[in-house]
Structures are given as C-alpha cells and as structure tokens.
C-alpha cells in the first residue's frame, strides 16, 4: 500500500475563489472520510462515503462545500466562494472493506488551505 | 450533544509513565479510538476499546469505562519520540461518524 494520498498539499487563494482537493483512498479501501482541522483542534468531521454513495454530511458543513466520490475510488472536496475562515487543514481518511467495528482510519497527509 | 474534553497540555520525563485522560458525552457511542498525531502530520491509530476494560498493547494501554463515560490513554517507559498530540475520538452509533477531541499535547523532557 502507498498509504492515502492528497493533492494539492497546499494551496493558497483569495477570498471568494472556488477551490478543489482530491484524496485518493488505499486500494480497495471502501470506506473514506473528509475532515477539516484547525491550529490546535482535533480533527472535525465534515462527510464520509462508503463506496461511492455519501452516507453522512456534518450539519456544520455549509451549502459552499460538496465532495464527491464517484466511482467509488478518489473522492473530490470542492470549496465555493471561500472564506477567511476556511483556512484550516482538510484530512482525508480510509477505511478497508470488512473492518467492521473497529473501522480504524488511516489518513493522509492533508492539504492545508490559507485563504487571502 | 457531543462533547470530549482532554486536558490541553501534559509534561514527562523520559523513561517515565503518563496517563492522557478523556471524559465524553455523546448522543451515541460505539467504540473509543486513540490516535496519535506529531506536530505537522497526519494522525495514526494507537487503539479502539469498545468494551469496559484495558486493552495493552506494547509501550501503550487504554482504558475504558463506559458507564463513566471515561478513558485513558497510559503510555509507558517514554521516549522523546513521543512527544506529540493524542487525540481521543467517539465513534456514534448508527454510522461511522468520528467526533474527535482537541487533543493533548505531550512534551517528554530529557
């Protein structure tokens, strides 16, 4: 495995510009999750996917923010119209099919955002 | 509502033994992860309890009660190497949404 991957790694905009990340998932991991952290925070959940299908989207998540996974391997985190306070780390994380309960997540670098 | 508290920062000595505690309040809960994160880096898994007890496994333990709704996270014999945050997450029920705290950041002096 060459563990989970995002791109780009930063990225800097200015305010009111529209912004994409792109996390690919361990082979065969059907399970994947967005987070977004800030200085100091502990992860803080934004929407997962099981397969290609959203299951859950965090209620804090506004209409700006959409991912997608569309065919059940890479997913997309797209950020419309940005906002100072979007600023933060955005962690991708997977899980491999048949974890079950335990469902232990490994994450990728991140993809830390700075809007201008 | 969802709720984790873990204190902010925590100091040890090398070669001693820290206890990281968290406390939750969750609508649900089905398991209790900890991970740890280096400043920088992506978090890493360190364990899962699900049901009241320890769960030992090397230099780390965690413990689990969830009529208190209470762990810790005990590590042993330290190492400058783990100096880093430890994140203490909820897993609710129902889904497979994780609800981390803001973590506890250890320094380990020499």
């Known amino acids: 495995d060459t563990g989970v991957s995002q791109n780009p790694r930063h990225k800097i905009t200015k305010r009111g510009q529209n912004v994409t990340f792109r996390c690919d998932p361990i082979?065969?991991?059907?399970?994947l999750y967005w987070y977004r952290q800030t200085l100091g925070q502990g992860p803080e959940f934004l929407t997962y996917?099981?397969?290609?299908?959203?299951?859950?989207k965090s209620r804090l998540l506004s209409d700006r923010f959409s991912a997608e996974r569309p065919k059940g391997s890479f997913s997309t985190l797209e950020i419309q119209r940005t906002e100072q306070g979007d600023s933060a780390m955005y962690l991708c994380a997977s899980t491999p099919k048949g974890a079950g309960v335990t469902d232990t997540q490994y994450f990728g670098p991140g993809t830390r955002l700075t809007v201008l | 509502g969802q709720n984790i508290d873990q204190p902010t920062e925590m100091t040890a000595t090398e070669g001693a033994i820290v206890q990281i505690n968290c406390t939750y309040q969750?609508?649900?809960?089905?398991?209790l992860f900890w991970y740890q994160q280096h400043a920088g880096e992506a978090p890493t898994f360190l364990s899962y309890n699900v049901l009241d007890g320890l769960e030992e496994k090397g230099r780390f333990s965690s413990f689990l009660s969830r009529s208190k709704g209470y762990s810790y996270l005990l590590l042993k014999e330290l190492q400058m190497k783990d100096s880093a945050s430890y994140l203490c997450?909820?897993?609710?029920?129902?889904?497979?949404?994780?609800?981390f705290g803001a973590g506890t950041r250890l320094f380990v002096k020499a």
């Open positions: 997450a909820v897993r609710d029920t129902g889904g497979f949404k994780t609800i």
């Open positions: 969750t609508s649900g809960f089905n398991g």
């Open positions: 996917f099981q397969n290609e299908a959203q299951l859950e």
């Open positions: 082979s065969e991991h059907n399970r």
